[in-house]
């Protein structure tokens, strides 16, 4: 039941933060056009759960598809770059300089491409989690322990081989770093595609309400999207503290 240990502090920073929330409203009167209560946000969270609810399965379907998308090119990427020294030295200075592109800049690009439907939010996402999944791995697969190495070479172990029994598995818990990572910023991605060019998801529909000035709406669907954020993010490190077992027990 240790799972249930970070969920509890959750909810208890949850419950201080709109404490929080509620006394800045009611010490300095702000206005609802500027914060709106938690009380309000809570009645469009019941008052409109079927509008909430059809555009966070449009964000959540492009943030997982998204995930899985930049996940595996990211791997096969790090895979790439250790099997290789000159392929490494070309591209790991274009992935390095790809960050510095800020992400309001492609995303008009990308709705140009890709057209204003999920291909554009997905690819998005992509760009956004490939970087940290790919650095990752690649940085695990670099850092073998060298007694691991020095029994393969022992056994006579070929170069493919080395790197799928051995080099990759010592790569694992650099890898669920990086995956963590990229959970955590997937909403990003899918947001921003949905603010630049969309007609559905919670980033369009937080646009929308706040062109109509309707900031309750507008902050039951961040909430949502939190909501939606966290739950991927401890779904995902439950998972990876089963597969990796040998490092979780550290934590």
């Known amino acids: 039941m240790n799972w249930?240990?970070?969920?509890?502090?959750?909810?208890?920073?949850?419950?201080?933060?709109?404490?929080?929330?509620q006394s800045a409203v009611s010490l300095w009167q702000l206005?609802?056009?500027?914060?709106?209560?938690?009380?309000a946000v809570w009645e469009q969270l019941q008052h409109r759960p079927l509008l909430l609810w059809q555009h966070a399965q449009i964000t959540a379907l492009e943030?997982?598809?998204?995930?899985?998308?930049?996940?595996?090119?990211?791997?096969?990427?790090?895979?790439?770059?250790?099997?290789?020294?000159?392929?490494?030295?070309f591209l790991m200075p274009l992935l390095v300089m790809s960050q510095a592109i800020p992400v309001f800049a492609v995303a008009p690009l990308l709705v140009l491409w890709f057209g204003y439907g999920m291909a554009s939010k997905i690819v998005m996402?992509?760009?956004?989690?490939?970087?940290?999944?790919?650095?990752?791995?690649?940085?695990?697969?670099?850092?073998?322990?060298?007694?691991?190495?020095?029994?393969?070479?022992t056994m006579q172990i070929g170069r493919i081989a080395l790197l799928f029994k051995v080099r990759l598995p010592a790569a694992?818990?650099?890898?669920?770093?990086?995956?963590?990572?990229?959970?955590?910023?997937?909403?990003?991605?899918?947001?921003?595609g949905e603010w630049v060019g969309s007609s559905q998801g919670l980033g369009y529909l937080?646009?929308?309400?706040?062109?109509?000035?309707q900031v309750d709406l507008m902050f039951a669907a961040l909430l949502l999207l939190i909501l939606m954020a966290l739950v991927l993010y401890f779904v995902a490190d439950r998972l990876l503290r089963r597969i990796i077992p040998w490092v979780s027990h550290l934590h």
């Open 31 to 39: 206005p609802h056009y500027m914060l709106p209560t938690p009380s």
């Open 125 to 153: 996402t992509v760009l956004i989690i490939y970087f940290p999944v790919t650095a990752a791995c690649y940085d695990g697969l670099r850092n073998t322990p060298q007694a691991w190495l020095d029994l393969a070479r």
């Open 4 to 21: 249930l240990k970070p969920l509890g502090k959750t909810a208890l920073l949850t419950v201080l933060l709109l404490l929080l929330w």
């Open 63 to 89: 943030m997982l598809i998204g995930l899985l998308l930049g996940f595996l090119l990211g791997l096969g990427s790090a895979l790439l770059l250790s099997l290789s020294a000159p392929v490494s030295a």
């Open 172 to 192: 694992l818990p650099a890898l669920a770093s990086g995956l963590r990572i990229a959970v955590s910023v997937a909403p990003i991605g899918a947001v921003v």
């Open 206 to 213: 937080m646009l929308h309400a706040n062109a109509r000035m």
